[in-house]
């Protein structure tokens, strides 16, 4: 009797450690299992009623922090110019940076309406460590190309890029913050988001 | 929506084909006083060192394509007229164009959007015969003449159908005639009161304008007048992509730039070969 229990448990405790040994996700499947997971919850009627959204509102903000890669956008924004931020500007640039990109598009969530997103394919690059998934997302009977460029960190897949019609966030961001860079310093530029993201989050409650 | 920013733009740029010589000559003299922000631009230029910065590399960054975003030698041409396209944009088209939809229906101004578009096929077809693609000019004139004997050109029956053979409108024009021609794309230029565009684009335009029957066959006021009000009917897609594009940016010449540049690109209207055309000759990439 006390092998079988001890049988039981062991089979019990391997299974539970299984998802840790599995294969690891591809990029691909990662993006799709985020953005499925992310649609489904906007999905959820109670997203609709003032009630239900904070809740899932903060559901949906943990997926998106899973599955896109902050501290790479910051870094990828800011170019070459990062080894001259202090630790402290780093970190300082990342929060005012996060807080600029949630503060844009946190609204746009709002507006869901059962749009669809179809995954159309893969580009990898950079010796097979970063993947472009590419899908297409189709909204008021239009069809607009989106990709995630995608890397692999500590294990998992995140999202460093995303491209819209072929416009990418980070390169239309870079190209700004080098010219700011060109003539100022860090901190100004760490103000100056600091700033517009502020100015993002007024706008959003004037317009409500 | 940024597609439609763009489609719009073409639209408008189209209606103002007549004035376009005259911002070409401006196009020639800004050329030569503005010949120090481009030098700026060249020593700004991001190099490539292989050193390590935080999991940055060659995948996206710092590479040729990337610096081709921030060619911009005649940015003090550019800049004075972003920023009075912008005060055009946001103080008299937005306000118009807000009164003007609350008094007609969207229905309505989607069947001028396609009137327009279907009066410009002229434009559409003479352009693909200029570039070999004798193919895409029959679809155009197919199309064109199955809408307006359907609608007399109200309607976009034709794309309710589903097609045999691509269809690319987007390409259609002269901008990208003289690209498959071989001529080079030319830098960043911002076209007043129209948007922005590049040196080619502007040149393509002006040879559009020739290409309008209605030019010839009405008065140029009343074709003018036309061809604004045609383009001003479908001001709301391009303002409001826009407005996309510029209010998250620090910097919006910068960001409408790179936007404009990374798209035009995405759509391959920078190529000096269209894709096709290298497919007919295989020979030619291979050297």
Redesign the interface.
């Given at each position: 009797m006390k092998i079988k229990v001890f049988l039981l448990s062991l089979i019990v405790f391997s299974l539970a450690a299984l998802p840790a040994f599995a294969a690891p996700m591809t990029a691909r499947q990662t993006a799709e299992a985020g953005a499925e997971r992310i649609l489904g919850l906007l999905s959820d009627p109670a997203f609709k009623t003032p009630e239900g959204k904070p809740a899932i509102r903060a559901k949906v903000e943990e997926e998106l922090l899973n599955l896109f890669d902050f501290e790479e956008f910051s870094t990828r924004t800011v170019g070459p110019t990062w080894r001259q931020f202090t630790p402290q500007q780093k970190e300082d640039f990342k929060t005012a940076f996060t807080d600029l990109l949630r503060n844009t598009y946190i609204d746009t969530l709002d507006e869901y309406n059962g749009q669809k997103v179809r995954f159309t394919g893969e580009v990898s690059g950079g010796n097979g460590k970063r993947v472009e998934v590419q899908m297409e997302f189709l909204a008021d009977q239009k069809v607009y190309p989106v990709a995630f460029r995608m890397l692999e960190k500590n294990n998992r897949w995140v999202v460093y890029d995303v491209l819209i019609e072929g416009i990418s966030m980070i390169k239309n961001y870079r190209d700004q913050f080098r010219d700011i860079l060109n003539k100022n310093n860090p901190q100004e530029l760490i103000d100056r988001v600091k700033v517009k993201a502020e100015e993002q989050k007024n706008k959003k409650k004037e317009e409500k | 929506?940024?597609?439609?920013f763009f489609a719009a733009l073409l639209a408008l740029a189209l209606a103002c084909g007549t004035a376009c010589s005259a911002h070409k000559d401006a196009a020639a003299s800004a050329e030569g006083e503005l010949s120090a922000p481009a030098a700026q631009v060249a020593s700004?230029a991001?190099?490539d060192?292989g050193?390590d910065?935080?999991?940055?590399?060659?995948?996206?960054?710092?590479n040729e394509e990337?610096a081709a975003?921030?060619n911009d030698p005649l940015e003090g041409w550019n800049r004075f007229w972003f920023h009075v396209n912008d005060w055009f944009l946001q103080y008299v088209v937005k306000p118009l164009h807000k009164g003007y939809a609350f008094i007609v229906p969207e229905k309505i101004r989607s069947g001028i959007s396609n009137f327009a578009h279907n009066v410009a096929f002229p434009v559409r077809m003479a352009n693909s015969l200029l570039q070999g693609e004798f193919a895409q000019a029959g679809v155009e004139f197919d199309r064109s003449l199955v809408n307006f004997m359907v609608s007399l050109g109200f309607a976009d029956v034709a794309s309710q159908s589903r097609p045999l053979y691509a269809y690319h409108p987007e390409t259609e024009n002269f901008d990208y005639t003289l690209g498959v021609w071989g001529v080079p794309d030319g830098p960043y230029f911002i076209i007043p009161f129209l948007g922005p565009s590049t040196v080619r684009g502007a040149v393509g335009e002006t040879g559009d304008g020739f290409m309008k029957p209605q030019n010839y066959a009405l008065d140029w006021e009343v074709s003018l007048a036309a061809s604004t009000f045609f383009s001003f009917n479908n001001a709301d897609s391009l303002y409001k992509a826009y407005d996309q594009i510029t209010?998250?940016?620090?910097?919006p010449y910068?960001?409408l730039?790179?936007?404009y540049l990374?798209?035009r690109?995405?759509?391959m209207l920078n190529m000096t070969l269209s894709s096709t055309a290298q497919d007919k000759v295989p020979e030619v990439e291979e050297q």
């Open positions: - | 929506m940024q597609r439609l700004a991001p190099v060192d050193e910065y935080g999991g940055l590399d060659d995948y996206d960054d710092f990337d975003l921030q209010e998250s940016a620090l910097e910068v960001a730039r790179n936007a990374s798209m690109r995405h759509q």
